[in-house]
C-alpha cells in the first residue's frame, strides 16, 4: 500500500508539472503571428521559451505531442528549433542550446519577442 500512495503521489506531481506547462502555452495558442514567419510547431517551442527559463526535450514533446506513444524521434525537436533559430536569428534573436539538457533564451530576447509580437497586433 506504501509503495502506491508513492507511485501515485509521483504521478500527481508530474501530472502538475506537465498542467503546469501546457497552461503557459494556452497564450501562445490561436493565430501564429507572421512577423516571424514560424509554423505552429515552430511557435510553440518559441511560446516555451519565452515562458520558461529552460526547455527540455521531453517538456516540448509533451507539449507538441502529448501522447508519449505518438512521439517522433527526438531529433526533429532538434529540426525545429534548428528551423526556428535560422528564422529568429534576422530579428536578434537567439535561442540557445544547453547541452545535454535542452533550450533557453535570454531575457534580452524574450524582450525582443514580445516587441515584436506586440508591434504586429498593434501593441506597440
Given at each position: 500500500?506504501?509503495?502506491?500512495?508513492?507511485?501515485?503521489?509521483?504521478?500527481?506531481?508530474?501530472?502538475?508539472?506537465?498542467?503546469?506547462?501546457?497552461?503557459?502555452?494556452?497564450?501562445?495558442?490561436?493565430?501564429?503571428?507572421?512577423?516571424?514567419?514560424?509554423?505552429?510547431?515552430?511557435?510553440?517551442?518559441?511560446?516555451?521559451?519565452?515562458?520558461?527559463?529552460?526547455?527540455?526535450?521531453d517538456q516540448l514533446m509533451?507539449?507538441?505531442?502529448?501522447?508519449?506513444?505518438?512521439?517522433?524521434?527526438?531529433?526533429?525537436?532538434?529540426?525545429?528549433?534548428?528551423?526556428?533559430?535560422?528564422k529568429l536569428l534576422?530579428?536578434?534573436?537567439?535561442?540557445?542550446?544547453?547541452?545535454?539538457?535542452?533550450?533557453?533564451?535570454?531575457?534580452?530576447?524574450?524582450?525582443?519577442?514580445?516587441?515584436?509580437?506586440?508591434?504586429?497586433?498593434?501593441?506597440?
Open positions: 500500500m506504501g509503495q502506491r500512495m508513492s507511485d501515485l503521489a509521483e504521478e500527481n506531481a508530474e501530472l502538475r508539472e506537465r498542467v503546469k506547462y501546457l497552461e503557459g502555452l494556452l497564450m501562445q495558442r490561436g493565430a501564429v503571428p507572421a512577423v516571424f514567419g514560424l509554423t505552429p510547431k515552430e511557435y510553440a517551442i518559441v511560446g516555451m521559451l519565452v515562458a520558461r527559463n529552460e526547455v527540455s526535450k509533451t507539449v507538441l505531442y502529448g501522447d508519449p506513444d505518438n512521439e517522433p524521434a527526438s531529433q526533429v525537436l532538434s529540426v525545429f528549433v534548428s528551423k526556428a533559430r535560422g534576422p530579428f536578434g534573436v537567439e535561442i540557445s542550446t544547453i547541452w545535454g539538457r535542452g533550450w533557453s533564451m535570454s531575457k534580452e530576447a524574450k524582450a525582443k519577442v514580445a516587441e515584436y509580437l506586440a508591434a504586429e497586433s498593434g501593441n506597440g
